[in-house]
């Protein structure tokens, strides 16, 4: 383990241009709960993941009616949307913060919508999947802070005239195409790709890993920081994987890079 904590500080020493992509497996550790775990929020609530994979459509044909279900969620959704305001980022999130900070990582590309990763200080943060502290305008992708937009009358209306949604992602709604232009064009520049508590197996996220390694030449390496072996780690995705805590196993590669005792070889 050790052995695998200094190999990926040295190849971050030595990457061009390394980006950090994350999933549920970080925010666990804050007490974020996951969605398909043992305790996960859709495991003990059926009938509330049925409901949450009508929303998007929901939104489309009445967002009146999705606004007034949002805001008076009581099921398990609800309960997490409660746990993800109240949540702190922890020593991973931290970690990936002081890695861009180093100027080691470039990119935080995060499945989480918690904003923990913005919380922790990190400023290039890409919320694949939105965030539940802002909302979003599908017609025009703006953004707007939860706290900015009045929501007595509903739905609230973006300038353009589109109705507001939030900017969270929902099941059977498209990733908006900012967000995926420029994760893409991301995954391309990469030389390092640090996988952090995520198996990737939800596409389009998933297609990030595969385009990194896959779609570029030469390949990007690949780390994974991760509890199990996912699909990445079998399917030879991945280089190598550092398995246990992301709160802990992070820490410790910063702690190795603080050392100085990496150089970097070569150029560029
Ligand atoms: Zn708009």
Redesign the pocket.
């Known amino acids: 383990m050790k052995d695998l904590i200094e190999r990926a500080a040295s190849d971050l020493v030595n990457s061009r241009y390394a980006i950090a992509l994350t999933g549920a497996g970080i925010s666990t550790e804050s007490g974020v709960p996951d969605y398909r775990g043992p305790k996960g929020i859709w495991t003990l609530d059926k009938k509330a993941e049925a409901k949450a994979y009508e929303r998007y459509e929901l939104f489309l044909r009445d967002p009146k009616g999705y606004w007034e279900e949002m805001l008076g969620l009581k099921d398990a959704a609800g309960v997490f949307y409660g746990e993800v305001r109240k949540a702190m980022p922890n020593p991973g999130h931290y970690a990936l913060a002081q890695l861009e900070e180093l100027g080691r990582v470039k990119w935080v590309i995060t499945q989480n919508i918690d904003g923990l990763h913005l919380k922790a200080g990190s400023k290039n943060v890409i919320e694949y999947h939105g965030s539940i502290h802002r909302l979003r305008?599908p017609?025009?992708c703006?953004r707007f802070a939860f706290e900015e937009v009045s929501l007595e009358k509903l739905p609230p209306y973006?300038?353009?005239g589109?109705a507001l949604k939030y900017d969270v992602v929902h099941f059977k709604e498209p990733i908006p195409f900012d967000v995926m232009e420029k994760a893409e064009r991301e995954a391309l520049e990469c030389d390092l790709m640090l996988i952090c508590g995520t198996s990737a197996v939800v596409y389009p996220f998933a297609g990030l890993p595969r385009t990194a390694r896959l779609g570029r030449k030469p390949a990007a390496k690949i780390i994974e920081v991760n509890a199990e072996p996912t699909p990445l780690t079998h399917d030879g995705i991945s280089d190598y994987l550092i398995q246990g805590k992301t709160g802990e196993i992070l820490p410790e590669i910063v702690e190795t890079l603080g050392s100085g005792r990496f150089k970097r070889i070569g150029v560029g």
Request: charged share 10%.
């Open positions: 305008c017609s025009c703006s973006c300038k353009c589109g």
